[in-house]
């Protein structure tokens, strides 16, 4: 029992210190990152755009991340990848709130921003995955707490985006210069002493080391023997990741075009993030006695029902309204997927090549969906002057995700079922 409560808080400090990262990386790019790192003598949106797609990049290098971490889980061990992944993280992270800006050096700033962004998101392709197959690993199959802890594992993706937003509303409340300057470098400093309790978790437990003959040609390899799982594993991921990324950014670009303020914004998110952690374990409940493709779906159809209505509270501009559309539609429709995604995933693929095969999965998702969706966003708002587009888009992303959910795939006894 003391393994499996250290492996729970090994799980949840990592993801609490991914997503912190990240959730401090989305709210400062249209915050701090495209007013202080980039030229201010190009429109106002395509610097957002800028902004936007450098932030992009991070997702661009997690599957190679998820390939290098995954294939140094499966061979040494999955707690040795983790040590790095974390360590990784947390330094690019607390580097950034170190940067000197456009005004000092010039486009320097953005590279070495650029740089940053491209370790911190590769180190995460590896986190995820190898964090969810350690507590996975040190429960029970059979336990009944299994869907609960694994739910709760995913509630350290919330509760890191919460500290991440709720400290940028927090520093956004100093005087504008004050923020600009130094205020915001504080949040990203903040990463290290989650950085060294993590390590330290993750170095306190001990667990079968992994010794195989592959190579990482051969571990990539047999990823081929398992395409539906792969891409099945893609197309789930598409409206999980693509959702919460398109209302955490975009969301908060679209709040500002709508003249709502940084701080209402922030607070919204930070709200809706708080209900989405809480609701997380409440959903894994549910799935130990509703099938995880019903609770799954049920997200799916959430964030397609929501999205008209989260664009219209946002739109009306007052506090209340913004703080109410943020909120339902996370712990709606984020809260249920993410809950269960870890079980699905895993069941996708086989033991030998599970590390290798849920990172890769997971990741290319995050690509096709949570690095392109606030872009893809940005340019059908600029282009058309309306959310009818992104709308549409989110119905795609639903579509696919349905499809990737229930399509028929002949498996093995031991993995067949995503239920």
Same mark, same amino acid.
């Given at each position: 029992m003391h393994k499996t409560k250290v +492996?729970?808080?090994? +799980?949840?400090?990592?993801?609490?210190? *991914?997503?912190?990262?990240?959730?401090?990386?989305?709210?400062?790019?249209?915050?701090?990152?495209s007013r202080m790192f980039f030229s201010q003598k190009h429109d106002p949106f395509f610097i957002q755009v800028e902004a936007i797609a450098l932030f992009g990049t991070g997702f661009l290098v997690r599957p190679g991340g998820g390939m290098l971490f995954g294939y140094i889980g499966d061979r040494y061990g999955h707690l040795v990848s983790l040590r790095w992944t974390l360590f990784l993280i947390g330094v690019a992270t607390a580097l950034?709130?170190?940067?000197?800006?456009?005004?000092?050096?010039?486009?320097?700033?953005?590279?070495?921003?650029?740089?940053?962004?491209?370790?911190?998101?590769?180190?995460?392709?590896? *986190?995820w995955a190898g964090s969810v197959l350690v507590l996975g690993g040190a429960i029970q199959t059979n336990s009944k707490s299994r869907h609960l802890m694994l739910a709760l594992s995913q509630s350290g993706v919330a509760l890191g985006m919460v500290l991440g937003t709720g400290a940028m509303w927090l520093l956004r409340q100093l005087p504008e210069e004050e923020f600009l300057s130094w205020g915001w470098r504080i949040a990203f400093l903040a990463t290290l002493p989650f950085?060294?309790?993590?390590?330290?978790?993750?170095?306190?437990?001990?667990?079968?080391?992994?010794?195989?003959?592959?190579?990482?040609?051969?571990?990539?390899?047999?990823?081929?023997? *398992?395409?539906?799982?792969?891409?099945?594993?893609?197309g789930v991921r598409l409206s999980e990741n693509g959702g919460i990324y398109l209302i955490s950014v975009f969301g908060l670009a679209y709040g500002r075009s709508c003249h709502v303020s940084d701080s209402i914004l922030l607070a919204a998110v930070t709200c809706g993030l708080a209900v989405d952690g809480l609701m997380m374990p409440i959903f894994g409940w549910l799935s130990s006695r509703w099938d995880h493709s019903r609770i799954y779906l049920f997200g799916i159809v959430a964030l397609a029902v929501l999205i008209v209505p989260f664009f219209s509270l946002v739109a009306a501009g007052q506090p209340t309204s913004v703080i109410l559309a943020f909120a339902f539609i996370m712990m709606l429709a984020h809260a249920p997927m993410i809950a269960v995604e870890p079980h699905l995933l895993e069941k996708l693929f086989p033991a030998h090549c599970r590390y290798s095969g849920i990172a890769v999965s997971h990741e290319f998702g995050s690509i096709i969906a949570g690095g392109v969706s606030p872009l893809l966003a940005a340019f059908l708002y600029h282009e058309?002057?309306?959310?009818?587009?992104?709308?549409?888009?989110?119905?795609?992303?639903?579509?696919?995700? +349905?499809?990737?959910?229930?399509?028929?795939?002949?498996?093995?006894?031991?993995?067949?079922s995503l239920s």
């Open positions: +492996a729970l808080a090994s +799980a949840m400090i990592g993801n609490i210190v *991914e997503w912190y990262d990240f959730s401090l990386y989305a709210s400062a790019t249209p915050l701090v990152f950034i709130g170190i940067l000197p800006t456009y005004a000092q050096i010039g486009v320097s700033a953005p590279l070495l921003l650029l740089l940053l962004r491209l370790i911190q998101g590769g180190a995460a392709g590896g *986190e950085v060294v309790l993590g390590i330290f978790l993750r170095s306190s437990l001990t667990a079968a080391p992994v010794r195989t003959h592959a190579s990482p040609v051969s571990s990539f390899r047999a990823l081929f023997c *398992e395409p539906v799982a792969i891409l099945r594993g893609i058309t002057g309306s959310v009818n587009g992104v709308i549409v888009y989110v119905f795609l992303l639903a579509i696919c995700s +349905a499809a990737a959910l229930y399509w028929p795939a002949k498996r093995s006894k031991d993995h067949s």
